[in-house]
């Protein structure tokens, strides 16, 4: 296993309401297993996963452990998903490309092209925000994701109602508060995202408080990421905290984590909406191959590609039409190295 650091810069920022993303560090992880090559990437995200320190220490750790098989190391990752996820990515790109299928084949997922998408559009004024969805939605998005809770609800309010009439009815509208509401934020704000026919409200309380989120499920569907990231999707089905589930599989511990917490979901009827901590172009593909496994899977976050100032390889999953491509070739996505 041989592990090597990079740096991505965004040249377009997400501002979200628990900050600005403007850079993307982490690792590109190498395996070899049984002669085959694979590669994976370890992004970590603090206040998601562990740091970019603990990460490196990590996979470290698993360098050594691997030695007594590639289980040994991945349990190893258990407290450090980011290290697991480049690892479990590295270990499926290799068994996929020996088996000469592409990744999300080699899942279990039938033949596809393309997955949904939606377009992420982060904080910002009235105008700019019905700006980026008017741009959106000329470049074919039929799926707007808008970043809410670092301004006041009545502002990120008037935000939603302009986004809903430049537009139009048909547009599915999601809106994301990043665990930035408390309950009466959250309570003044429901009926008027359900006059505005919001597809869902995605994490508004604190990512610990399911109760909060049961009572508040209703009129406007639920959506959970951050408390992903803490509970299983069957605690959260326990719970009756939401009605759809967000997976990051960088947050989750790697893509064969991320698949069978949306087979999990799936299975108690909850829709599973695969997205990204803004990974580059391996750990994005990943997720693509994740989405593509699934039938008939929602729109996905993973529209990000164009926010990254560089890459770690050309897009494998362009964005056109509110739809990413699903990469054909065996494997999950090229080796940086191979050009
Ligand atoms: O899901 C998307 O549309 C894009 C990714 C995204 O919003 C995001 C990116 C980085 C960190 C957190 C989040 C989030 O979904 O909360
Ligand atoms: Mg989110």
Request: glycine share 8%.
């Amino acid at each position: 296993m041989r592990v090597e650091p990079f740096s991505l810069r965004l040249s377009t920022p997400l501002s979200t309401a628990h900050g600005t993303i403007d850079a993307r560090d982490g690792f590109v992880v190498r395996v070899e297993v049984d002669g085959t090559r694979g590669v994976g990437e370890a992004s970590p995200l603090p206040g998601w996963t562990e740091s970019l320190d603990d990460c490196a220490d990590a996979l470290e750790r698993a360098q050594r452990t691997g030695c007594d098989g590639w289980d040994a190391a991945l349990a190893d990752l258990d407290d450090a998903p980011a290290a697991r996820h480049g690892l479990a990515l590295a270990l499926a790109d290799a068994r996929s490309r020996a088996a000469d299928v592409p990744f999300y084949r080699y899942l279990g997922g039938d033949s596809t092209d393309r997955v949904p998408v939606n377009a992420t559009i982060g904080d910002g004024s009235v105008e700019e925000t019905v700006a980026e969805a008017r741009q959106a939605v000329e470049a074919g998005f039929t799926t707007l994701k808008v970043k809410v809770g670092t301004r006041a609800v009545d502002a990120d309010l008037e935000r939603l109602r302009a986004v809903r009439a430049a537009v139009g009815a048909d547009i599915a509208l999601r809106a994301d508060a990043n665990a930035a509401w408390d309950a009466s934020e959250a309570r003044r704000a429901l009926p008027e995202l359900a006059d505005l026919d919001l597809a869902y409200l995605e994490q508004p309380l604190s990512s610990t408080d399911l109760a909060g989120h049961s009572d508040l499920r209703g009129d406007v569907p639920i959506a959970l990421d951050e408390s992903l990231a803490e509970h299983s999707v069957a605690a959260v089905v326990e719970a009756g905290a939401a009605d759809r589930v967000v997976l990051k599989p960088m947050v989750l511990g790697g893509p064969d984590r991320a698949r069978e917490a949306a087979l999990a979901a799936r299975e108690a009827g909850l829709d599973a909406v695969l997205s990204t901590t803004i990974d580059g172009a391996l750990a994005r593909a990943g997720a693509v191959h994740v989405a593509a496994s699934l039938p008939d899977p929602p729109a996905a976050g993973l529209a990000t590609a164009d926010r990254l100032a560089t890459d770690l390889i050309p897009d494998p999953a362009p964005v056109d039409d509110g739809h990413a491509d699903v990469p054909q070739g065996a494997g999950n996505a090229p080796d940086p190295a191979e050009g």
